[in-house]
């Protein structure tokens, strides 16, 4: 009679507890991040700065925007409990005090801030190019303003999606839990933000 083969318990129970282990040790080493708040500061607000400048193009709000997350998220750090890294818990306070900031105006934002817009070269200097040439560095610091002045044009969910995928470079699970939204809804929206950008360029170029 033919044996039948059978697995023990324990192998199969044991990925799963090797995984919540994992998820364990994660949500530690979050907290324990989190701990020292002056070392969180200084390694994130970069990203943060970088995020909503390049969501509202208005230096002056992205600062102050950037120092109110930073405040909301001291004042809230003991209800943090690592299920999700820092950095996505900032950026997800970013993104709704963007939000709240946008829907508080009474006219549209982009056309009143016009006049203190940010330079779309400071936006380019951080995008990374290794040749050393001035004349190819010029060269990429326009194309990439024109990307940029287009990305203005696009909605408030799709320049932010935009930003978080090239700015940030975040993976795209990780900006639909930074913004709460379903997988399909960033991809959508990074596919339509795409198709404006390359339309315009072409057409620009």
Not at 15 to 41: N, T, Y
Not at 169 to 197: C, F, G
Request: proline share 2%; with cysteine.
């Amino acid at each position: 009679m033919e044996e039948i083969a059978t697995t023990p318990a324990s192998m199969l129970t044991g990925g799963a507890a090797s995984g919540s282990k994992l998820a364990l040790e994660k949500r530690e080493q979050a907290m324990l991040e989190l701990a020292d708040f002056d070392e969180v500061v200084r390694v994130y607000r970069p990203r943060i700065l970088r995020f909503l400048l390049s969501s509202l193009t208005d230096r002056d709000a992205a600062e102050a925007l950037t120092q109110e997350c930073f405040l909301k998220a001291w004042n809230a750090r003991h209800q943090f409990r690592g299920d999700s890294s820092v950095a996505t818990w900032l950026t997800r306070i970013a993104v709704n005090l963007l939000r709240d900031h946008l829907r508080s105006r009474s006219l549209r934002f982009w056309q009143k801030t016009r006049g203190t817009a940010l330079d779309p070269m400071d936006i380019s200097d951080w995008v990374p190019d290794g040749r050393s040439s001035p004349e190819s560095i010029a060269l990429a610091r326009e194309k990439v303003a024109a990307v940029w002045r287009t990305v203005e044009k696009l909605s408030t969910q799709q320049r932010s999606v935009f930003a978080l995928r090239f700015v940030e470079e975040m993976e795209l699970d990780e900006i639909a839990e930074t913004l709460e939204m379903n997988l399909s809804t960033v991809k959508s929206h990074l596919y339509r933000a795409l198709a404006i950008v390359r339309e315009r360029m072409g057409v620009e170029q």
